[in-house]
């Protein structure tokens, strides 16, 4: 398994990474104060001076399969109007739900996007995703074998098809280039 991370260099300064990242907490979501920056764990953190809570804001899961059929040619689909980076082709992928298991989310997401059915093995690239910054999502690619389905784009895909490694149409995520590049591609 290999890895990318496209975050900046971890620093010892309490206050780097305040304003970094859009999406941040202005209020309590216990009591409805306004939060305000206290340091905690070596980071100024929004907390709030009524109830105590701090937020630690973590990454959301996102979980991605990676299918290759009978001639090796690889499985994306393109971002549909409303999705991330529409009109760009990626390895079908999604966020993990809350309390849903990792596999279990990489499979739902291969069916929402493609139509297909696919065993979920071990994964085969981790990497940290920044391409929306208010959603920083840890990535995990995981090896399937296709079992089943019928091949259709749905959900926030509106194109699916397989490519070979040197033919591959414009990717959305530098995430999915860098493991396919892995790949000696």
């Given at each position: 398994m290999h890895s990318h991370d496209s975050l900046p260099e971890a620093s010892s300064d309490p206050d780097r990474g305040?304003?970094?990242w859009p999406g941040e907490f202005r209020f309590c979501p216990m009591c409805g104060d306004s939060?305000?920056?206290r340091l905690v764990g070596g980071k100024r953190r929004p907390a709030c001076e009524s109830c105590g809570f701090v937020h630690f804001r973590n990454p959301g899961v996102?979980?991605?399969v990676v299918l290759r059929d009978e001639q090796d040619r690889l499985l994306l689909v393109r971002r549909g109007p409303h999705a991330t980076r529409a009109g760009l082709w990626s390895?079908?992928?999604g966020y993990v739900d809350y309390g849903e298991d990792v596999r279990a989310g990489a499979a739902?997401?291969?069916?929402?996007?493609?139509?297909?059915?696919?065993t979920i093995g071990e994964p085969v690239w981790v990497a940290t995703n920044t391409h929306d910054p208010a959603k920083v999502t840890?990535?995990?690619?995981f090896a399937g074998e296709l079992t089943g389905g019928r091949l259709a784009a749905g959900d926030d895909a509106d194109d699916?098809?397989?490519?070979?490694?040197g033919e591959l149409p414009p990717l959305a995520f530098d995430t999915d280039?860098?493991?396919?590049a892995s790949l000696g591609a």
């Open positions: 305040f304003g970094e939060l305000t920056r996102g979980a991605a390895i079908p992928a739902r997401e291969l069916l929402e996007e493609t139509g297909l059915i696919a840890i990535g995990i690619w699916v098809g397989w490519f070979p490694l280039g860098a493991y396919i």
